[in-house]
């Protein structure tokens, strides 16, 4: 049998030997709810084995208790003790060791994802979605960034699930960091048995971009959100192509780190919008930034603001502290008209926390979850059910309601609703209402290849950010269709909605050229040494990259929808074409065994590299999902295949599907 020291000796890049001193926990700073102990004695102690494998032998006598009792009491063992004191933020990308840009690059992204500001339970290593970690535990963590100051040109680190594996040899065309996030054998692959895995230390919960170390505030789904809103005026409520939100009430819940965008969106939309939020805090953090512009715990006053603002078509955000349930009963016996209708609770793990039942306040629903699982679920499901009834009731009197890529109908379904599925019978042919995929995102954005783009100015300069901003604009051409008009408007007054929190970054919603085309400028731009390098990369929630049959890939209706081979190629794909960093994770927005989602970081450092790498991954990246969705049929993507083959004969070509006659099949069928 091998000793400690020898395995010690064995590994240059290692921990420091020194034990830390616990640090303060700054009060203020949310921490994440017990996520409840499960594990049987053996598996327990199984969990304790694991998390010492990171810890020199002499410190194992005082630390084995202390890490037990974070497994009894959180229900993860998070090493407390390792996180390094004081502020962890996005610094300048000159501020981190390193032997290579992408090595320092990666610590600035996963710093952004911890920051207090950006991160939902900076503590636990939660970025957003009420469990998206960026890895498991501190020791990770910092294992992590030791591997990251070590990475050169010729070598790939390798992360499983917050572990980092090892530094392996590999050439600088190759992704300097592959990353995996919560995947399962299929028999295993469910909640439960993830959970247990995750409670031992083994499985990660990346959500899309925590765990991909790719987020940028709620930022990244603002843009998202504008589109989906301003596509869901044109689409019901008549407003013409070149209009606005203005006079329209659109309702929902949460102000967590994704759905805190959604007052922001409908602002910048002109419209009004009343959002529940049952965690002041939050309610708090959002008027701070400025994202939303008011906040109330009365019904009345909430509907009799939105109103006035209505009245003027005046831009008006307004958070309601309470229950979203509460205040759809408010709405429906008041008889106040919603325009539209939607949710964002954390609905991919509702029994986790992340929604609140009707009738607790926050921090009863923090209480009961500690004490009594069991009665929480209970009341989750009466809440759900009692959700979905007022839905059903405001959508009768002409609210236009669509599931925000929460899982909310799925959630609404499990709580037992079997009404709301399409068949009566189980969630295969879909909900009854539509997911915002299916109408409008899918078809009208995807289906062409726009998706959200991003960058980040690793300089942390402003001036750079404002700098690749014009950059930006001067790639598109508002004249060319709807969207590049939309897009081109965002991105104009993308500064002057103040949307920085964290890391200097920006989302730009682009068709395939488009992002080809504004990568290939920034290169240019860092070449010629007008601004810092900068790191591109993309929410997984996209075109391409992601399947999820309940959100992303909830309009692909040729069967493949139960498929996971296009999350499977991008991924792949991005990783044989050079893309810097690829992830690819279990569950990614929707919760763990609903989907298969992936993305990816590219490095631009003006290098000849970066621009092949632009050119042949980008383009793929885009195109995978365009590709998939024409095979399906997709209205829309089978022009746009159509146009690529066309401007790549020669070089490149989608497989499409010929058209069959509907009369012919049902002859037949
Ligand atoms: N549509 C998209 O593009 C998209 C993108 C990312 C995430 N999501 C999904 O949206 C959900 C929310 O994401 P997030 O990052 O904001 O999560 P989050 O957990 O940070 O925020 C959810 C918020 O909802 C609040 N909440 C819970 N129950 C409530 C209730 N009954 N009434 C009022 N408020 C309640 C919570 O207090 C919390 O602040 C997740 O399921 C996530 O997977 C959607």
């Known amino acids: 049998m091998v000793s ?39 598996q327990a102690k199984l969990s304790l084995r694991n998390i010492l494998r990171y810890i020199p032998g002499e410190y194992h006598e005082r630390l084995a208790p202390e890490f037990m009792e974070e497994l009894k009491n959180r229900g993860r063992i998070y090493a407390y003790r390792y996180r390094p004191p004081g502020r962890i933020y996005a610094k300048s ?56 100051e070590e990475l050169t040109e010729k070598q790939t680190l390798v992360v499983m699930s917050g572990h980092p594996l090892g530094l392996f040899p590999s050439r600088p065309e190759a992704p300097r960091v592959v990353i995996t996030n919560g995947l399962m054998v299929g028999l295993f692959d469910n909640q439960r048995d993830w959970e247990i895995a995750a409670e031992m230390g ?64 409908v602002e910048i939309a002109g419209g009004v919008g009343i959002i529940a939020e049952v965690d002041e805090s939050r309610i708090k953090t959002r008027l701070d930034q400025g994202w939303v512009s008011r906040a109330t715990a009365e019904p009345d006053e909430a509907f009799r603001l939105a109103g006035e603002a209505q009245k003027q078509k005046r831009p008006l955000s307004i958070a309601y502290h309470g229950n979203i349930v509460d205040l759809l009963e408010h709405a429906l016996t008041s008889g106040v008209r919603v325009d539209l209708l939607s949710d964002q609770t954390s609905c991919h793990a509702p029994y986790d926390g992340g929604y609140c039942p009707q009738g607790l306040t926050f921090a009863e629903r923090t209480r009961l979850l500690a004490a009594d699982r069991d009665k929480f679920k209970e009341l989750v499901d009466r809440s759900l059910q009692r959700h979905f009834e007022l839905i ?4 009768e009197r002409g609210s236009y309601f669509f599931d925000y890529g929460n899982s909310f109908m799925k959630a609404v379904f499990d709580a037992g609703v079997q009404e709301i599925s399409k068949n009566g019978r ?20 995807f289906d062409y290849g726009y998706g959200p783009f991003r960058w980040v100015c690793l300089s942390g300069k402003p001036e750079d950010l404002a700098k690749t901003d014009q950059a930006a604009m001067s790639c598109i051409d508002p004249s060319r269709r709807g969207q590049d008009r939309d897009n081109y408007i965002w991105v104009r007054d993308a500064q002057k909605h103040n949307l920085v929190v964290g890391s200097q970054a920006r989302i730009l919603y682009q068709d395939a050229a488009g992002r080809v085309r504004i990568a290939l400028k920034f290169n240019e731009m860092v070449r010629e040494g007008k601004i810092g390098p900068v790191m591109i990369g993309r929410d997984h929630h996209d075109v391409s990259g992601t399947d999820s049959p309940f959100r ?48 990816f970081g590219l490095l631009l450092d003006g290098s000849e590299r970066a621009d092949e790498t632009v050119k042949s991954a980008l383009l793929w990246d885009v195109t995978c999902g365009v590709a998939r969705r024409a095979w399906a049929r997709n209205g829309n993507s089978l022009s746009t295949g159509i146009e690529f083959n066309e401007s790549h004969a020669g070089a490149a070509q989608i497989t499409l599907p010929y058209l069959v006659d509907d009369e012919l099949i049902d002859r037949i069928g």
Not at 15 to 29: C, N, Q, T, Y
């Open 392 to 395: 059903k009731a405001l959508v």
């Open 4 to 42: 400690n020291l020898e395995i010690a000796g064995s590994m240059t890049i290692r921990l420091d030997r020194d034990l830390p001193e616990m640090p303060d926990f700054v009060p203020g700073i949310r921490r994440a709810p017990d996520r409840g102990f499960r594990l049987s004695p053996a």
């Open 202 to 265: 083994v499985s990660s919960y990346g959500q899309m971009t925590a765990g991909g170390w790719m987020y940028i505030g709620p930022q990244g789904i603002v843009h998202g959100t504008f589109n989906t809103l301003l596509n869901a005026g044109r689409l019901k409520l008549q407003v013409p192509p070149d209009g606005d939100l203005g006079g329209h009430l659109f309702v929902s819940s949460g102000l967590g780190g994704m759905s805190g965008a959604q007052p922001k969106a």
């Open 426 to 445: 189980d969630e295969k042919d879909g909900f009854i209402w539509p997911s915002y995929v299916e109408e409008i995102m899918g078809p009208m954005l």
């Open 552 to 599: 992303e890939t909830a309009n692909i209706k040729d069967g493949s929808n139960v498929t996971a081979d296009m999350a499977a190629q991008c991924f792949a794909g991005n990783a044989a074409r050079g893309m810097s960093l690829v992830a690819l994770h279990n569950g990614g927005g929707v919760g763990i065994s609903k989907a298969i989602n992936g993305g």
């Open 93 to 148: 990308i000159d501020q981190y060791r390193g032997r290579c840009t992408a090595g320092k690059a990666f610590q600035v992204m996963i710093d952004n994802n911890l920051d207090f500001e950006v991160a939902l339970y900076p503590y636990e290593l939660v970025t957003y979605g009420e469990t998206g970690s960026v890895c498991q535990n501190w020791l990770q963590y910092r294992l992590i960034k030791r591997y990251l």
